[in-house]
């Protein structure tokens, strides 16, 4: 189990583990959270995709991803992105 409780398992980790991504490289690079598009999106702007949520635009806009949720995934992904 990861840091927000999240269930990730079975296709959706499959599937969120292998993807590639149009313009940000792989979703994720396991152990690598700096490599790792979803991230990297979530902190800015990736390629030529905005970053996201769409509707997040400067730290601490409502539709921002909190900084907090942002570090769990990060630690995830460094721990090795597991199930
Ligand atoms: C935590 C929430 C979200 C995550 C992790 C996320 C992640 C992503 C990723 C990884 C891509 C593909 C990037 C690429 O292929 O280079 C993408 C594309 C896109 N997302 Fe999101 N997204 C989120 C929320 C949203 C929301 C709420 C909207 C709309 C209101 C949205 C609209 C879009 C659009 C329109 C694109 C295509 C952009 C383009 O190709 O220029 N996303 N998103």
């Known amino acids: 189990m990861n840091p ?3 269930m990730i398992d079975g296709e ?6 292998s993807h590639v991504t149009k313009n940000c490289g792989n979703l994720i690079d396991t152990g690598n ?14 390629g030529g995709t905005p ?10 806009d409502a539709a921002c991803i909190p900084p907090d949720y942002i570090e769990a995934l990060t630690q ?5 992105a597991q199930e």
């Open 12 to 17: 959706l980790h499959t599937r969120v583990s």
């Open 51 to 60: 970053r996201m949520p769409l509707e997040c635009v400067s730290d601490g």
């Open 76 to 80: 995830w992904i460094a721990d090795g």
């Open 33 to 46: 959270p700096e490599e790792s598009g979803l991230i990297r999106i979530l902190k800015g702007p990736c």
């Open 4 to 6: 927000l409780d999240l």
